[in-house]
Each structure stands twice: as structure tokens, then as C-alpha cells.
């Protein structure tokens, strides 16, 4: 069975802080791991994803294969980071797995 | 550039009542999703579809029912609503191939009183 977990339900930090977000993930084959952000009154939207390996807004995530897990990563958080972040999985029957959501607050 | 559009943003509706939640899609993707999305629960997936006139169940299909009779429009239905539906539900659509992106729409806020 697929999974994504999010063990964090909250999450505040300071701005100019660093901010990781956890997501660790089961799967049988080779995953395709996504982070989806929405912002306030906006709808959901693709963050990055892990085949890109590019930064999106100053945030990267890594798969770590070994430890399972897509943590998403900013050195210095700012204000308008904050928003609803969701981890997912992809598999190959083009279904989406999403984690239950980190809150973000970066406090000014 | 909206490429999902949900036929509503709000939708209040009394329990019992048969609701239609739309949603359409631009893009010609093949697939196509429902979800409800509640806090501390994130999304959870209700139906899907494949192709025109194809459905899956999700994880959480009870009370509900899909129609896709176009590509492009993929419809749910509360056949009689009840309160503990009172969610976001959310539509996406994404193409089929390698695992792609998938595109959402801006969700219905249904209050079921």
C-alpha cells in the first residue's frame, strides 16, 4: 500500500529561521514524490517535484530513498511562505497520494 | 489561464437534497479526480476516472456517485446529502503517460445544514 505521512500538523517559525518540513513516504516501486502549497484563498498548486531537482522559491527537497522521505527545505523562511504544504506520491497508475498537510506560519 | 474550473465556490444545501458538484478541465487530460479535503485529514480521494464513461472508487466513495460523459466534464453527486459531508471537495485532472502534474481546481465549499 502506498502512503505519504506528514508528522507535523503546525508548524511555526521566525522569519529569516530555516524551515523543514517532514514527509516520509512507503512504497513498492520507484515513487514519483510531489510538494503541493496553497496559499490563503488560492487553489492548490504543484511546489516542486523530485525528477526537476530544481529550487522552487528558495525551497528543495531531496529523496532520500534509503531513509524514505521528501523532506522540503528553506534556509530563510519569509512571511509569504506561509500556507497549507502537502506532500504526495504519484504511482504509475496516475493516482496521487497526498500526506495530511503541514501548516506553515512564518512569523514576522 | 484557468485550466480546472469548479461550477461553484460556495454551495449550501439542506440534508436529504441530491447535490451536483462540476468541474471541468481544458487540457484533454484522460484523468480525472475527486477529492475532499478536511483539516487534519488532507485530501482523500473519492472517485476518479480513467476515460469517458469509466469510474474508480477512491477511498472514501461512500454517499457519493461520479459522472464523466465528456472528457472534459466530470461531475459528483451526493445522492442525498447529510451533514458529516459538509467539506472542500476538490476536482484535479492529469494526463496519462509518465506521472505528470496534477492541476487543481479551486475547490466547492459545500455546507450541507
Not at chain 1, 18 to 33: M, T, W
Not at chain 1, 50 to 73: Q, V
Not at chain 2, 4 to 25: D, I, P
Not at chain 2, 50 to 60: F, L, R, T
Request: contains cysteine; aromatic residues 12%; charged residues 25%.
Amino acid at each position: 500500500a502506498q502512503r505519504v505521512t506528514q508528522p507535523e500538523k503546525l508548524l511555526s517559525v521566525f522569519k529569516g529561521a530555516p524551515v523543514e518540513l517532514k514527509c516520509n513516504y512507503s512504497y513498492s516501486g520507484s515513487p514519483e514524490l510531489f510538494w503541493y502549497v496553497q496559499y490563503s484563498r488560492q487553489r492548490l498548486q504543484l511546489l516542486l517535484r523530485h525528477i526537476s531537482r530544481e529550487s522552487i522559491k528558495g525551497f528543495t527537497a531531496d529523496l532520500n530513498k534509503g531513509e524514505t522521505s521528501f523532506h522540503l527545505k528553506k534556509p530563510f523562511a519569509q512571511e509569504e511562505d506561509s500556507a497549507m504544504y502537502y506532500c504526495a506520491l504519484g504511482d504509475t497508475g496516475n493516482q496521487f497520494y497526498f500526506g495530511t498537510g503541514t501548516s506553515l506560519t512564518v512569523i514576522p | 489561464d484557468v485550466k480546472v474550473t469548479q461550477s461553484s465556490r460556495y454551495l449550501v444545501k439542506r440534508t436529504g437534497e441530491k447535490v451536483f458538484l462540476e468541474c471541468v478541465q481544458d487540457m484533454d487530460h484522460e484523468n480525472m479526480f475527486w477529492y475532499r479535503q478536511d483539516p487534519g485529514l488532507g485530501l482523500r480521494l473519492i472517485y476518479f476516472s480513467y476515460d469517458v464513461k469509466m469510474k474508480e472508487k477512491g477511498d472514501i466513495p461512500e454517499g457519493y456517485s461520479v459522472s464523466r460523459e465528456k472528457k472534459e466534464r466530470f461531475s459528483l453527486i451526493l445522492e442525498s446529502a447529510s451533514t458529516n459531508q459538509t467539506s472542500m471537495y476538490l476536482c484535479a485532472s492529469t494526463r496519462t503517460g509518465a506521472i505528470t502534474e496534477a492541476f487543481f481546481g479551486q475547490g466547492t465549499r459545500l455546507t450541507v445544514v
